[in-house]
Structures are given as structure tokens and as C-alpha cells.
């Protein structure tokens, strides 16, 4: 997924910062601003018990699959519904599920009413994140997964992969610039083309994981750990407003909507991390709380905290460091809106070797 923020492109330049840091003692990797979980996920494959987190129920939902399912999924209790599924191997039953969901007649449901043309035009705020075509596939999709969730037909283990899975897949057809903050006026080429349900990647270990769904200031309380990863949000723009269409398809909750661009209320996940004001003692008292041998943080030189803020906060906890590396990413042309250009920043890996 293209991820405000995401370090899917800085995964190498992490793990060799890192290793050079930390002893050969550590087993558990917490990464509690895990957004898309490519980080626990690297680190997971590394053989790390991975504790993760995030605000958003999306990235929850993510982190649940990608970090904390661990074992092949059986789906066996969908024999009944699914032709043959309990013949296959087991490694072949989840792309059958999804070939299942995929083959599902279209329903106008709550994406299609809210966020497709056919279904919003007459509610006087004409929106079109979708087609009309993959709004009704996402609703008869996400309703059935429900459905099977209610009658106990799948797992929770089941259930957390077919929602991340449907939240790929969707938003590779989603009719945006890239973020949800707004839509396009025309239905772009990728968005014409039909959803089609691709199961998500299933990373197998022997590890037990854990994944939760808060504010990190209050998660933290609870855990414990050898290396604690940070990489929150570095500016204003909070990831609730622009990702709230993937919130409420994973949530799938109804929720009362509002503007152009029918966002959800969003109050209770505002980000303390995006808010200049608030930032600092946030993040002071993450850093003083946590209890783990190590802490990471990944910043980039145009965030809203200073170098000097970071290192004065995390120096309080015992020997400070950081590591650098020149960055290309797309950023919004302020002029045209929609528009990205490529621009070069500097990303920080700052540490603290905690006394
Ligand atoms: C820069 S992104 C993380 C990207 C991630 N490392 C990846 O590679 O996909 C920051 C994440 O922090 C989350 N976040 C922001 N404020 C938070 C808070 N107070 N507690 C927990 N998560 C928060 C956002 O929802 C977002 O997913």
C-alpha cells in the first residue's frame, strides 16, 4: 500500500543501523506507530517476537494479519459454502476464499451509498472514491466476511486476513491522487478496472505476537520489550482524515458522515504526534516511560520536532546517537493540489542506549 510515511524503501538502511546498536540479546522488536506493519514484518521474519501497534483500526486490522498471524489458515468451517475448499491443501484454501468473495454479486451497501457516484449523486454530495461497480464488491464482500464472523464460520485469525486482504485490494482501485483526503473528479484508469480479491501475504514463524489497537502513550504502560522502534506521524497531516475510507471499511460500522468528502468523526483519534503545540510532551513522556534496553526513532529533518527537541529527550534516558540517509519521496505540490513531485530529505535514525 502507498503509505504516508511508510519505510518499506528504508527496511536495509533500518536493520543495518540497528544491528550496529544492539546486542545479540534481544528477542522482542516493539513497533507502536506500525502503520502498514512493514517494519514488524521485516523484523518478524528476522526471527523477533514483534509487538505492535497503532491508532487506527485499518492499521490494526494490518498489523493483525501481517504481524500476528503466524500459522496457515484452514477455513475449514466454510466446507459447507465453498465447493471442494476442504480438499485443497491448506495453503490453497485462502486464495479459494477469496476467488469465492471475489465471485459475489454486488451489493448497495453502505461504500456504494456514501463514496460511489450511482449511490451518493442524489444525497446532494456526489462523491467517487470508487466505481460503482467495485463500491458494490466491496460492500457484498465486507458484509459476507461479517456474516461468516457472526454465524462463527471463521476464526479471528480468518477474519483479520479477509479484511486485510479486501483493504489491499480495494485501494488499488481507489480513485485518489494517492491519500483518501479527497477523490478525483473523473474515474482514473487503475479505478475503472474491477476489484479483484488478492489474498495478503501470509508470514509464517514459530513466534507468538501481539498486536494492539490504542494511543502508544497508553499502550506503553503495558509492555515491555528489548528494542522499542518509533516512527510516528513528522507533521500535521493526521492519518485519521487521510485514510478514513480504509477506517470505515474495516470497520464497517455506519458511521454519520460528513463534507465533501464524507469524512467519519475522527475526535478520538486525533494524534497528539501531529499537533506542534503537543508534540514534545508526548513524546517526552514516551520516552521516559518505556521500558525496554533500546529505543529507535525515525525522523525525518522537516518534521516538528527539532534535532536539538529529539536529542535533549532522548539523551534523558542515557547514551544518544543517530544515524542518516538522503530520501526521495513524493510530496504535495502546494500550487497543484493533486500533483506530486519528488523531492530529497534527510530521514534520521535516532537512538538511545538506555542506562
Ligand atoms: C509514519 S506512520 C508509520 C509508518 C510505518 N512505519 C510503515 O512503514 O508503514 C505513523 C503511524 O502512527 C500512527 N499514529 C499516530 N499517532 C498515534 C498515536 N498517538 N498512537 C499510536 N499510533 C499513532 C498513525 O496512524 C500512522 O499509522
Redesign the pocket.
Known amino acids: ?1 502507498n ?6 524503501s528504508l527496511l536495509d538502511f533500518l536493520e543495518e543501523s540497528i544491528n550496529k546498536v544492539v546486542d545479540k540479546n534481544c528477542h522482542t522488536f516493539c ?9 514488524g514484518v521485516h523484523f518478524k521474519k528476522k526471527g523477533y517476537k514483534i509487538i505492535a ?4 483500526y485499518y ?1 490494526y486490522v494490518l498489523n493483525r494479519h501481517y504481524v500476528g498471524n503466524h500459522k496457515e489458515l484452514s477455513f475449514l468451517k466454510l466446507s459447507d459454502e465453498i465447493y471442494n475448499l476442504d480438499k485443497l491443501k491448506i495453503e490453497d484454501r485462502s486464495q479459494s476464499v477469496c476467488d469465492y468473495l471475489s465471485s459475489l454479486v454486488g451489493k448497495k451497501g453502505f461504500i456504494y451509498k456514501n463514496y460511489c457516484l450511482g449511490g451518493s449523486i442524489n444525497e446532494g454530495e456526489p462523491r467517487q472514491y470508487f466505481s460503482d461497480s467495485n463500491g458494490m464488491r466491496c460492500d457484498a464482500i465486507r458484509q459476507k466476511i461479517e456474516n461468516w464472523k457472526d454465524s462463527d464460520l471463521i476464526n479471528d485469525d480468518e477474519y483479520y486476513f479477509l479484511i486485510t486482504s479486501l483493504i489491499e485490494s480495494i485501494d488499488k482501485q481507489a480513485n485518489t491522487a494517492s491519500v483518501y483526503g479527497a477523490f478525483l473528479k473523473n474515474l482514473k484508469k487503475s479505478a475503472q478496472n474491477d476489484m479483484v480479491l488478492k489474498p495478503a501475504k501470509l508470514f509464517l514463524n514459530d513466534q507468538e505476537h501481539e498486536v494492539f489497537n ?6 506503553l504502560k503495558k509492555i515491555s520489550g528489548d528494542i522499542l ?1 518509533l ?4 507533521n500535521q497531516r ?3 482524515t487521510n ?1 478514513h475510507m480504509l477506517e470505515t471499511i474495516a470497520k464497517y460500522d455506519n458511521p454519520t458522515i460528513h463534507g465533501k468528502t464524507g469524512l467519519r468523526e475522527y475526535q478520538d ?1 486525533k ?4 499537533s506542534s503545540s503537543q508534540v514534545k510532551s ?1 513524546f517526552k513522556d514516551l520516552i521516559l516511560k518505556a521500558k525496554v534496553k533500546y529505543i529507535f526513532l ?1 525522523y525525518n529533518n522537516e518534521g516538528l520536532m527539532s534535532l536539538d527537541d529529539i536529542k535533549e529527550i532522548m539523551g534523558l534516558r542515557g547514551k544518544y546517537g543517530f544515524f542518516t540517509k538522503e530520501y526521495n519521496r513524493f510530496k504535495a505540490d502546494k500550487s497543484e493540489n493533486r500533483n506530486y513531485v519528488a523531492s530529497k530529505t534527510l530521514e534520521y535514525l535516532h537512538y538511545v542506549i538506555c542506562d
Open positions: 500500500m503509505y504516508i510515511g511508510s519505510k518499506l513497533d507502536l506507530f506500525a502503520g502498514t506493519g512493514a517494519v501497534n497503532d491508532i487506527q492499521s490504542e494511543d502508544i502513550n497508553e499502550v522502534y516512527d510516528p506521524p513528522y493526521q492519518y485519521a485514510y483519534k494524534s497528539r504526534y501531529c508526548a525515525s
